[in-house]
């Protein structure tokens, strides 16, 4: 930043702190900032994108992605009023500065953006576009019902409850890690029902497929 005058800078960008701005102005390599609440990350992150647009970037090329829906609606709110305001003449291509363009700007939660994503896709990983979604009770009574057709046995030691196994089985999908792995890193009390557990996931698997459900 010790390169860059306050005479280079946009005037939409000139009541940045300095920190904002070299997150603004950073160039195409990957950028990390960890940042509290009230350090203006949503500001930052506006102020960002209206960059990029301003400087020549296709809208519909860009995707910002945040948490809630409200944070999400918000961001995308902001940097069309940042493009709006600007003068056409400081823009690269200066028919982004209209309402219809800047909307061409994808944004949303992860969740609800990798929705759209798989239903427009999934065909190609054999994902019907019609699939469901399943919440955490939804996939906890599923796996209850896989466990209780595979009519598990009793052992001394009590079979793991709906709810642990599918921490169980969603360590595995989120860590890539076998189920060996999980079980004696993270709840070595189930070691014992090892194999009666891939089962059960290999069971609760195919019934997703089946029934067209996805879960988190």
């Not at 009023?81 to 003068?87: D, G, P, V, Y």
């Not at 014992?192 to 996931?201: S, T, V």
Request: a positive charge.
């Amino acid at each position: 930043m010790s390169d860059i005058v306050s005479s280079d800078i946009p005037a939409f960008l000139q009541s940045l702190n300095p920190r904002q701005l070299e997150a603004v102005l950073h160039e195409e390599s990957p950028l990390l900032i960890i940042a509290g609440a009230g350090t203006g990350k949503t500001t930052t992150l506006a102020h960002r994108v209206a960059w990029q647009i301003a400087s020549g970037v296709d809208p519909s090329r860009m995707l910002l992605l945040t948490f809630t829906r409200r944070a999400a609606a918000e961001m995308l709110r902001r940097v069309e009023s940042i493009i709006l305001k600007l003068e056409p003449t400081t823009l690269k291509d200066p028919s982004v500065a209209q309402r219809s363009v800047v909307r061409r700007l994808c944004g949303g939660t992860f969740h609800s953006v990798s929705s759209q994503l798989l239903r427009r896709h999934g065909h190609l990983i054999g994902l019907h576009p019609d699939f469901n979604i399943l919440d955490r009770g939804d996939s906890e009574d599923l796996m209850n019902l896989a466990r209780t057709q595979l009519n598990l046995p009793k052992s001394e030691s009590r079979f793991p409850l709906k709810g642990t196994c599918l921490d169980i089985y969603s360590r595995c999908i989120n860590t890539q890690s076998p189920l060996e792995v999980v079980l004696q890193k993270w709840f070595p009390w189930c070691i014992e029902h090892q194999e009666q557990l891939g089962r059960l996931f290999s069971l609760f698997t195919d019934t997703k497929e089946k029934q067209r459900v996805l879960d988190f």
